[in-house]
């Protein structure tokens, strides 16, 4: 069996647990954080940075890494782990979602989808069996299965119709997945459709379940949905899939967003928003976000975070700071980055502890309560 899943906790207040799940490489303590290292790198990190920060597993992209440098490439110098120099797992995103949030002229068939690179325009072509073969060359631990992301907002009617087609590409998915795979290293999980109807979340999970997964995924939010839609959509499915099993909640979320959706039954989340914020100057801080372009920074002599054990808060200043922002200095981005991904996995290892204690009701109550003292 390529994946291990174990549950240590189901607290008693909420629907969260505190897990463990194992691949061949490495040893992931859940909930937990998945940096997103899109086409093959966390940007503006080392592996060795991704290491002292302890993460165990990060996520590359199907689309950017089948557009360049191309799985073949990958796979002939042995597969995406010894390409990167990241020995710990790895989760590879479908293409699914970036086939429509970043190609050009797509075009949607039974068959798959048609594109043109956004990149240098050639014409290209991502289906179930062309994601699997593709995320299979780069030997990622984790498979995610090719579906369809609905654009937010859309009606019930054409989120269903979505849901089917995602549902008739995970059969396939799994069928070319079992024929091709090493299924003693690599597992496949499901993304559960749906939208915001709680009666269509229900009918993707029946589709899903009767195909089967080593995991499920929530796709199609943090989409453009309102928070309460998002919250309350995971509020509902989460719970739903499989116990035993690994949920995971795609490109979600802000600090308190994985606060709550812990406490709603999610174990794994992945988001861009610490690394690209990071990029654009924004920190995250235990009293709230922090944009060192502000000119209030100039002559801050504190560091970033003054409850931050990081080594970049322990000995650069937030004036340091924004005169690399300001001075468009690369040592900006890379101080930026590490920080606000120590501030993410600092606080699911903060939940973690928690949950071990007992302690995550409470834990949440006074999350919500500095929440809301920082937004004042
Ligand atoms: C942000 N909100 C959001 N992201 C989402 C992603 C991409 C995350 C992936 O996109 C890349 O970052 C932009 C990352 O790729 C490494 C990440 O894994 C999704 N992917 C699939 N296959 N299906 C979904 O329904 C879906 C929904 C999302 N909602």
């Known amino acids: 069996m390529s994946l291990r899943f174990e549950v240590s906790v189901r607290d008693p ?37 991704l290491e002292a920060l302890d993460a165990r597993i ?39 979602y970036q086939v429509f949030s970043l190609g050009e002229l797509r075009t949607v068939s039974e068959e798959g989808v048609a594109f043109r690179s956004h990149l240098d325009g050639t014409k290209l072509f991502l289906s179930p069996e062309v994601s699997m073969e593709v995320q299979i060359a780069l030997g990622s631990d984790i498979v995610m299965a090719f579906d369809e992301c609905p654009p937010y907002p859309a009606t019930h009617d054409q989120v269903r119709i979505s849901l089917e087609l995602t549902e008739r590409w995970a059969r396939r998915c799994r069928a070319y997945f079992d024929a091709h795979a090493d299924r003693d290293r690599q597992s496949l999980f499901g993304i559960v459709q749906g939208g915001i109807h709680a009666d269509l979340r229900a009918r993707s999970l029946e589709g899903l379940l009767d195909i089967g997964f080593e995991g499920y995924a929530i796709g199609g939010l943090s989409v453009g949905e309102e928070k309460r839609h998002m919250y309350d959509t995971t509020a509902f499915i989460a719970p739903r899939l499989p116990a035993d099993k690994p ?62 054990a990081c080594f970049v808060c322990r000995r650069y200043s937030r004036a340091y700071l924004a005169h690399l ?29 928690a949950l071990e204690q007992g302690a995550f009701g409470r834990f949440v109550t006074e999350f919500r309560h500095r929440q809301l003292s920082s937004e004042e």
């Open 58 to 96: 990060i996520l590359a992209n199907t689309y950017h890494l089948f557009l360049r440098p191309g799985q073949a490439v990958i796979r002939d110098l042995g597969g995406l782990h010894r390409f990167m120099g990241w020995p710990r797992s790895i989760l590879t995103d479908s293409g699914g």
């Open 13 to 49: 207040t909420t629907e969260a647990r505190r897990g463990r799940l194992i691949t061949t490489r490495s040893v992931i303590e859940t909930p937990v954080f998945m940096p997103v290292g899109t086409a093959a790198t966390v940007k503006a990190l080392t592996q060795e940075m």
């Open 247 to 308: 949920r995971y909640l795609m490109g979600v979320g802000t600090p308190a967003d994985l606060v709550e959706s812990v406490a709603r039954g999610v174990d794994m989340f992945d988001c861009v928003m610490p690394t690209r914020h990071a990029r654009n100057g924004t920190v995250f801080t235990t009293t709230g976000r922090l944009n060192l372009r502000n000119a209030r920074y100039i002559q801050d002599e504190q560091p970033l975070d003054a409850e931050c």
């Open 325 to 353: 922002m300001r001075a468009g200095e690369i040592l900006a981005s890379v101080l930026a980055t590490y920080h606000n991904l120590h501030h993410y996995l600092d606080l699911m290892q903060r939940i973690r502890h």
